[in-house]
């Protein structure tokens, strides 16, 4: 009886081995110890935004990616995020102060929000700058594989990715970012 149940758990062993190193990255991440730091995965300071283009809420299109001719900051955010809704006075706040040389795109990440609650929010927040929908999470996962909400990426003229901020800041700290934004 012993040793039938030692041959078992040789068995299985033996197939969780087996399984371990044929499933690919995904269950071996599960078993490793190494931590991923959210910086290694979507925009990369020092390398080119990925670029998009997508409509606002006022039917007008905007596209991120390549020379423009202000800075840009994307923020990624939905309805039900609690630090998103205390950053929105503060983005307003921006918006209107860096308006000659900084344009703030909000992208609401509606797949894991909806339509109805980001009009309520936009509503309530009085958010004066543009919104687009990205009902899929196309742009926030695939493109610039988004990780926490608020995401505020930061975009030189060039199009270059200066910061990738995930969370929120204190507000001095991230006009300190935009200012140097602005100015490269």
């Known amino acids: ?65 390549g020379q423009q001719d202000k800075a ?14 205390q950053e929105a006075p503060e983005l307003n706040a921006l918006a209107e102060k860096y308006k000659d040389s900084l344009n703030i795109y909000g992208v609401n990440v509606t797949k894991y929000d909806n339509k109805k609650n980001a009009q309520k929010f936009i509503e309530k927040y009085s958010v004066n700058f543009p919104v687009m ?16 909400f608020p995401t505020n990426v930061l975009i030189d003229k060039r199009g270059v990715v200066q910061e990738v901020v995930l969370g929120i800041l204190p507000p001095k700290d991230l006009e300190k970012k935009i200012k140097h934004l602005v100015k490269s």
């Not at 041959?7 to 490793?32: D, E, T």
Request: with cysteine; aromatic share 10%; net charge negative.
């Open 1 to 65: 009886m012993k040793r039938n149940l030692y041959i078992l758990l040789g068995v299985i062993v033996l197939i969780g081995i087996a399984i371990y190193q044929n499933a690919g990255p995904g269950i071996q991440s599960v078993f490793s110890h190494e931590k991923v730091m959210p910086t290694e995965t979507g925009p990369k300071a020092g390398l080119l935004a990925p670029a998009f283009t997508a409509e606002g809420l006022d039917g007008k299109e905007y596209h991120v990616g």
């Open 72 to 85: 840009i900051l994307v923020n990624f955010w939905a309805s039900w995020c609690s630090p998103c809704q």
């Open 133 to 148: 929908l990205d009902l899929k999470a196309d742009i926030y996962e695939t493109q610039y594989k988004g990780l926490a």
